[in-house]
């Protein structure tokens, strides 16, 4: 069974920061590309950042460069997403997905408020 188990959410300061998790099971993680998207309150989904099989390639939503970092660590089938310089239009349900196999996790809410 494919699973994708997201964590580290939580409620930050603008201007902190957080760092999001993801565990994979089920399926052969290193050859993937994997992606994190987010859901604002009451907006549809944005994309926010990917990256590619081997961590060489990146890529970010505008809103993101300079303040997201994604990495993964293929020996642990585990995806990241370092996030700081936390601001409240990053509040959002955030998931992480392997878009090319149509995976998805179950989400985490990160929540920027002081």
């Known amino acids: 069974e494919v699973q994708l188990v997201e964590s580290g959410g939580g409620l930050e300061q603008p201007g902190g920061s957080l760092r999001l998790s993801c565990a994979a099971s089920?399926?052969?993680?290193?050859?993937?590309?994997m992606s994190w998207v987010r859901q604002a309150p009451g907006k549809g989904l944005e994309w926010v950042s990917a990256?590619?099989?081997?961590?060489?390639?990146?890529n970010y939503v505008d809103s993101a460069k300079g303040r997201f970092t994604i990495s993964r660590d293929n020996a642990k089938n585990t995806l990241y997403l370092q996030m700081d310089s936390l601001k409240p239009e990053d509040t959002a349900v955030y998931y992480c997905?392997?878009?090319?196999?149509?995976?998805w996790g179950q989400g985490t809410q990160v929540t920027v408020s002081s």
């Open positions: 990256i590619n099989g081997n961590g060489g390639t990146t």
């Open positions: 997905t392997a878009p090319l196999l149509g995976h």
């Open positions: 089920g399926f052969t993680f290193s050859p993937y590309t």
